[in-house]
């Protein structure tokens, strides 16, 4: 029975150590999981208010160009007004001269002596003659004063006009500046989000192998207990066992020594008291994890683009093509259009020459506070084409029929522009269905 006892009690302290040192190791593992999450917390907590401050400092610059663009829609209108101003004002200095011309030839006409002086000296009276004089005189001098104040006018609207044009580049120059600190912020945001994702995606990892040592010490507390549980049905056995078999030793004793048989008898019942088998217990215990491996989808290669072919009988409307934007969806660099794009944007200088891409009629040309200086040309195959952010007033009219390649506009960034370009755009209806202008160009 001690012999029995002794294996049992062997088998639990060799056992119990075994899986406690193994939950320790867990729970050592798991706080070291634990940390790591909550450095990737913290860094993703502090990232987002930084992401945060990004995108407030993008709004707030967003906000400053909308008000740049509309202090220079203002302007071009103002500069527009003023340069028809001085238009009508030349216009009526030119009348006011032929009136003066005629003027002064009807004084030296209208009477038979064809002469102003024969007028006075035919007077009746010396203050009749004098008061002739005098209304000839002043005829001639209103209509005098009044070119000469036409002409200040002119003087006047042609300087404010020019300090309007140096207000428009300084605004130009402005919005070029906050455009170039949005687009570094917009990079920066782009960024942020980019190390926003792999924290997160660490995140996810380490929460995941937190997850699974919490399952495998689950597991091995399982499994300890399952040990304890056996260790101790297997020591109750062997208890009993041992207990058995000392009775029938006792038995066989007493028997022995009622009967006083001969050795050999009495060999043969010691033998037939003794147990039968006396098989030693162990237990085992594995700790297992399986682990799945995920093959990831393999990839999609991206549709090569389809070559683009010109389908013939249009133009280009410049001479030196460099495109900065083409149709279809953008993100707007204004906010104040969309992200569909409606045209292609050809870049240049300022004045640079633009041609129609053909023979068509102009049906509109003027300035909107959206398209600024621009111009639309019906052709004959009843599609429309558009010229947009003319650097000044259209060198075409409405009605006007022009030929392919005819000059229309010189390049600028009038209306809702971020920079000197020609917005072309080509569409089957007035200002709808519009499509793209890159296979008739063959771009």
Known sequence: MKKTLLVASS???????????????????????NEKINDIK????????????????????????QAILQKKTTTEEEVNALAQEIQVLEEKIIKRTEVLANQARDIQTSEPSNRLFQKIVDAESIGEAIQRAIASVTIMNASNSIVEQQQEDIATSQKLEKELQEQLVAIEEQSNAL??????????KLNQEVVLADLALALNTEEEKKDQLEADKAEAQRQRE??????????AQARKEAEEAAKRQQAAEAKSAETAESPAVQQAAVAAAQPKTEAAVSSETSVSSEKTATTPAPVQQAAEPKEQTSTGGWQMPVDSVHI???????????????????????????????????????????????????????????????????????AVSVGQS?????????????????GVHLHLGMSTSLWSGFFDPAPELGL
């Open 11 to 33: 088998l639990v302290l060799l056992t119990l150590p075994v899986v406690t040192v193994s939950a320790d190791s867990f729970d050592q593992k798991i706080q070291q999981q």
């Open 42 to 65: 913290n860094e993703s907590t502090s990232l987002e208010s930084l992401k945060r401050s990004t995108e407030a400092e993008i709004q707030s610059i967003e906000g400053e160009i």
């Open 179 to 188: 455009q170039g600190k949005q687009a570094e912020l917009a990079d920066v």
């Open 226 to 235: 399952a040990a304890l549980k056996q260790l101790a049905e297997q020591e």
């Open 324 to 394: 900065s934007s083409r149709f279809g969806y953008r993100t707007d660099p204004t906010g104040a259009s969309g992200n569909q794009h409606n045209g292609i944007d050809f870049t240049g200088g300022t004045g640079t020459p633009i041609y129609a891409i053909q023979a068509g009629e102009v049906v509109e040309a003027g300035y909107g506070p959206s398209t600024g200086n621009y111009v639309i040309i019906k052709h004959a195959n009843g599609v429309y084409s558009y010229y947009m952010h003319f650097s000044t007033l259209p």
């Open 402 to 418: 022009v030929s392919a390649r005819q000059y229309v506009g010189g390049m600028g960034t009038t209306g809702n522009s971020t």
